[in-house]
């Protein structure tokens, strides 16, 4: 019956990114169906007699106590400062304690696993002592599944005749420059704009969206954005300045208000939205939540360097989003782990 399940499983993620390949649950609804697989192998004794299986599980085992515990670690500490760092601007300081006490979790059963991997011999006599392992499995599988997401909404460019090109915000200089960041997006919507021009003999609009983020600065990132693309001969007519966004979700959420002042049907709106490769998948979720489900992204390049330093911010930034979902879950892998090893 497990296999049966498995395989369905499977067979549905398979269908899904072959249907809608923008669908952001295929990957989730695939894991499933590998853990439900690997579940029925595992109590299976016939495989047992077979060399790669155990190897396969000996792999996995090593995975879970080294590997697994740094990334949580890292996590950990990254969600910390980050929670830090929100305090000072969000009101709802409940949201962000239970984001703070995830954080916190994690670095403790890092620390925990690894203490146990070293010094623990009498693990296998205190089974009870590997009750992490659900946990820090889980939030291994979500970064595997934010790093699919990502690669895979990269290589979904859009290339059908668009009537806005939509341009994410980004960190601004106090002399009123863009940032390396926002500049390559800048320069990726330029290229873009260039194809559609090729292709269809036709400039979409451009809409620039962001507030003015920095203190003491009386400009707008919408404002640095549209003279960066003036200045590269981009009309000014063509040019929508969008200038309350604080953040991504704003972003969507004034872009969508603009474009129902301008059209009775939005459905009917083909937008392409512009950020850094790395910014993709958080994106596209905000982009579903407004309904804009015909939006698509195209993702700005960054060099590496970049995406070490933000694709873990976007990570961490992406459980925020759903931290009290990502708190019950731990709870409960903690309580499926315990009961799991006293019905042992």
Not at 205 to 214: E, L, P, W
């Amino acid at each position: 019956m497990l296999y049966l399940i498995g395989v369905l499983l499977i067979i549905i993620a398979l269908s899904l990114a072959i249907m809608a390949p923008r669908n952001l649950w295929d990957t989730w609804i695939g894991t499933a169906g590998l853990i439900v697989l690997f579940i029925a192998v595992s109590r299976n004794p016939f495989f047992a007699h077979y060399r790669v299986v155990d190897v396969l599980f000996q792999l996995i085992d090593l995975l879970v106590q080294y590997v697994a515990p740094l990334f949580a670690l890292i996590v950990g500490v990254f969600m910390i400062v980050y929670a830090i760092t929100l305090y000072r601007s969000e009101a709802n300081r409940l949201q962000l304690t239970i984001g703070l006490g995830i954080a916190v979790l994690l670095v403790a059963v890092g620390l925990f696993i690894y203490y146990l991997a070293f010094f623990g011999n009498y693990v296998e006599q205190l089974k009870w002592l590997r009750i992490p392992d659900y946990l820090v499995v889980y939030y291994f599988l979500l970064l595997i599944n934010f790093l699919i997401n990502t690669v895979r909404l990269s290589l979904l460019e859009d290339e059908s005749r668009q009537n806005y090109v939509i341009v994410l915000g980004g960190k601004i200089y106090p002399n009123g420059t863009p940032s390396d960041l926002v500049s390559n997006r800048l320069d990726t919507a330029l290229s873009y704009l260039n194809r559609q021009r090729y292709l269809y003999q036709h400039t979409p609009t451009v809409i620039v969206s962001g507030a003015d983020t920095i203190k003491g600065v009386d400009i707008t990132e919408a404002e640095v954005m549209a003279y960066y693309l003036m200045e590269r001969g981009i009309p000014r007519d063509k040019l929508i300045l969008e200038e309350r966004a604080q953040n991504t979700h704003d972003n969507f959420i004034y872009t969508k208000e603009i474009l129902k002042s301008r059209h009775v049907n939005l459905e009917t709106v083909h937008a392409i939205y512009v950020t850094n490769a790395f910014h993709l998948y958080r994106s596209e979720i905000y982009s579903n939540m407004e309904g804009l489900y015909q939006f698509s992204g195209l993702g700005a390049p960054s060099t590496l360097r970049q995406w070490l330093e933000n694709g873990f911010r976007e990570f961490v930034a992406l459980i925020f989003m759903h931290r009290k979902f990502h708190f019950f879950m731990s709870l409960i892998l903690l309580g499926l782990r315990y009961f799991s090893y006293r019905w042992i």
